[in-house]
Each structure stands twice: as structure tokens, then as C-alpha cells.
């Protein structure tokens, strides 16, 4: 029995997200020679590049000799294709052969997915690749990395990667090319006086390039305010700030939402406003409709995942007690025999009416390669004062809760993690880590887990 999310479908837009995984078809509006555009305007799961689609021709038309009615046509002759990309509302296919097939629908069959003969691209150079080891690292900075965002700033197709700095509070731009070398494309100063919170990006509206959120706290009068940065020639420019906390909302290979909450004081205590989807309206960012879940009026940080299977999303979260929990028929908790903090021991914390306030790491959440079963990861900091021993475990559902199915060990502390893509990396679980030494980004296949 799922939770009965209240207007779930309308408060996150899941038209945008897609509410079902399985094979679907698009109209095709354009063609040039091989090259074909799809229209995803009503598709409910968005396709990737990689995947395979199947056009069918129209056959023979069977027509009754008595009456001179069609009864139809036969199947025709069957015309593959691949994605090579895709943007919110169309996708772009390359044609095996040059077909005449405008105004055909194709089938989309996930192959990054839902084939077993796929493989991650970087087979041949890493045959034995397992998720306890990184596919990248970043040189060490010395400057404190704190959050990240991995999306396509540039509108070019290939996603970036954003980092904040906690030592000289700054946000920077960075691309990785093909030989998996860093290159600064932008960066943007925030003033010392506001801690940045959180950092995250979405295609929020839909130009080709996606926009930066930064989630600000001002100490002095205790307020929150998110600042957009979008990319405008080398430079990242600052939009009009709206009030509130802003974070990604990220079900497995669905479109990137973000969502924005409020703190707001009750009685003696400091609760958050119900999750509202960020909607783009009159030239600004701003909260549309809530989405009313019980629990997360004090929880800053939730993701949305298919558990069954089915296309239905339930939402997961950190509860105050450092428990991991799902909203099922009845909650379902899921904590890791002995560690005091168990998953709630984020570094991430602000002081916020006299009191400090954690918040906690994302929880990224990808299907397993082998029996595609939803597979999460939650980070866990080791609580040495120096070069702490953390983890970041990957859990597996297992139809009545998460059972731990593999670690990733750090040696440091995890300050952020995030699903995506990155430079020539796809489907990647990409951590934010700072030690003794310096901060680092490290990249982890998802798929491959």
C-alpha cells in the first residue's frame, strides 16, 4: 500500500518528471536525412542518450474487395535508431538508414537501463571497475569545498560542475574534459557576511542552459534567501534572490526539480514550511504549490523514489534521529546498528535562533546494474577530530525496507553528494569530501554498483 501522497502529481509537476519507466513512444515532428526530432511534450519518461528507439512503417492496406473498406495495414519494415540527445521536450535520433518516417512514432527502449548487454562506456578502460573505487578524482583544492551541482551550465549538451568554497566563499564553474582534465570556466563571489547552505542547479525554464540556486544564510538578522546564477558569456550573473532554502529533488533518470521551504518559528520551536515546487513566473523564481508530507516540516533535504516499480514515488528522508526514513502503508525506518549519529551527522549546520541546526546530506538515488533494484546511498562522517574514517553506504531496498549492500569508504568528511552526469562521466554518484590534505570531488559509477 503506498502513502497517499496529497496532490502529488500537481505539486511537483511530475508531467515534467515522468511518472512511469517504461517503454513509451514520441512523434517524430522533423527529419534531416538520418537525423530525427522527437516531441517529449506528453512523454512520461523522458529518454537518455544511448537509448534505442524502433520506428514502424507503415505496411500493406488491407482492403475489404466486397465493400472497399480498409481494414487496416500490416505491419511494415522495422527502422532502428539511438538517442544522441535529449533536452526537457524533444529528443534528437540518429537513423540507421535514411528512411522517410516524419510524422511515424518511435518506441524508446532504455538501453542505458533496462538492457543487460549495455555496459558503462568506460568498460574497456576500467573491465574490472568496482564502486568502491572512484573512476575520477579531483586534484586536492586547498580552498574548502563544501557543496556541489552537476548540470549543463552552457547549454552544451555536456554537464558542468559547480563547487562552493567554503575558505573564500566563493561559487566556481568547472568542465572536465575527455582526458578527464579540469578546466575553471566561471566563478561568482559571495559576500562574507552570508554563509552558503546549499547549492544546486535545474533547467528551470527550460533555455538550453540550466540555473544555479544558492541557498544563503545572514547570520546578523538570521534570514534565508536563495541567489540564481546563470551563466552569461564567461561570467556567472546574479538574478533577483527570492526568501527560503532551495535543494534538488532527484528521482532516478527523471528531470531535476527543485523545491524551496521556509523556516518559520513555532512556539519554541523552528520548523520548515511545507517542500513547494521553484516555478519560473513574471521573470522570477518563486514557490508554487506545496506538497504536503508528514515529517517533512523539520527536515530540509528529501528525494522521491519508485520503489515498486511501478511508477509511484515515495518519498525518503533523514529524520531528526538519524534514521532513514520511507512513507509507506506505515513508515518504514531504516538505522545502522551502533554509531551514536548514525546518518545525521552532517557537517552542514548553521545557528539559527540560538540554536544549531544540521543540515543533512542528500540521499542519491540510482537502480542497481544487475537486478535493477532501487539503490541508495547515504553518507555516514566518522567522528575522529582529525582525518575522520567515514562511509558512504550504498542500501538496497528490499521490498519491506533498506538492507546495507556495499560501502564506499572516505577518509575525511562528506560534506555533499549528487547524482548525474559529468563531463565524459554518465550516471555518476559525485562526493564532495574534505581531509587533512585538501577537499576533493570524487566520481563514482553509478551503474556499475
Known amino acids: 500500500m503506498k502513502f497517499p501522497v496529497k496532490n502529488l502529481l500537481f505539486a511537483l509537476a511530475f508531467s515534467a518528471l515522468g511518472a512511469v519507466a517504461f517503454a513509451q513512444s514520441a512523434e517524430v515532428i522533423r527529419q534531416e536525412g538520418k537525423t530525427v526530432y522527437f516531441d517529449l511534450s506528453e512523454a512520461k519518461r523522458l529518454p537518455r542518450g544511448g537509448d534505442l528507439f524502433e520506428i514502424t512503417l507503415p505496411g500493406e492496406e488491407i482492403i475489404n474487395p466486397k465493400t472497399g473498406k480498409s481494414l487496416g495495414r500490416e505491419e511494415g519494415e522495422k527502422i532502428k535508431g539511438t538517442v544522441s540527445r535529449a533536452k526537457d521536450l524533444f529528443a534528437v535520433g540518429e537513423l540507421e538508414k535514411n528512411t522517410n518516417v516524419l510524422g511515424l512514432k518511435a518506441e524508446f527502449k532504455n538501453k542505458n537501463i533496462r538492457n543487460g548487454e549495455n555496459v558503462l562506456f568506460l568498460e574497456a578502460e576500467f573491465p574490472e571497475q568496482n564502486a568502491t573505487e572512484p573512476l575520477w578524482q579531483s586534484p586536492a583544492f586547498k580552498n574548502a569545498p563544501r557543496f556541489a551541482a552537476l548540470c549543463d551550465i552552457d547549454g552544451d549538451d555536456i554537464n558542468e560542475a559547480a563547487i562552493s568554497f567554503a575558505r573564500d566563499n566563493e ?185 544549531k541546526h544540521a543540515l543533512y546530506l542528500p540521499l542519491p538515488i540510482f537502480k542497481g546494474s544487475k537486478d535493477e533494484q532501487t539503490l541508495l546511498a547515504a553518507a555516514q562522517n566518522g567522528t575522529e577530530k582529525t582525518n575522520p574514517a567515514s562511509n558512504i553506504y550504498i542500501l538496497k531496498w528490499t521490498g519491506t525496507n533498506f538492507g546495507k549492500y556495499k560501502t564506499l569508504p572516505i577518509q575525511g568528511t562528506i560534506y555533499d553528494m549528487k547524482q548525474g552526469d559529468f563531463g565524459p562521466f554518465k550516471n555518476t554518484l559525485a562526493a564532495v569530501y574534505d581531509t587533512a590534505d585538501g577537499g576533493f570531488v570524487a566520481v563514482y559509477a553509478a551503474d556499475n554498483i
Open 171 to 355: 561559487i566556481k564553474v568547472y568542465s572536465l574534459s575527455e582526458d578527464k582534465k579540469l578546466l575553471q570556466k566561471a566563478s561568482y563571489k559571495i559576500p562574507n557576511i552570508k554563509n552558503i547552505l546549499a547549492l544546486d542547479c535545474a533547467a528551470l525554464p527550460d533555455t538550453g542552459k540550466a540555473t544555479l540556486f544558492v541557498t544563503l544564510f545572514n547570520p546578523l538578522d538570521e534570514t534565508f534567501e536563495t541567489l540564481p546564477l546563470s551563466l552569461e558569456g564567461a561570467a556567472l550573473k546574479s538574478g533577483k534572490a527570492f526568501g527560503g532554502l532551495t535543494q534538488g529533488l532527484a528521482p532516478y533518470n527523471r528531470p531535476r526539480v527543485l523545491y524551496t521551504q521556509k523556516v518559520v518559528k513555532t512556539g519554541k520551536r523552528n520548523n520548515l514550511t511545507p517542500p513547494a515546487k521553484l516555478t519560473f513566473e513574471n521573470n522570477a523564481y518563486q514557490p508554487g504549490q506545496t506538497l504536503e508530507i508528514k515529517g517533512l516540516n523539520t527536515i530540509f533535504g528529501f528525494n522521491m523514489a519508485d520503489l515498486e516499480g511501478d511508477g509511484t514515488l515515495t518519498p525518503i528522508y533523514i529524520t531528526q534521529d538519524g534514521k532513514i526514513r520511507t512513507r509507506l502503508g506505515e513508515p518504514v525506518d531504516f538505522s545502522l546498528q551502533g554509531g551514536r549519529n548514525k546518518f545525521s551527522s552532517s557537517p552542514n549546520a548553521f545557528e539559527f535562533n540560538k540554536s
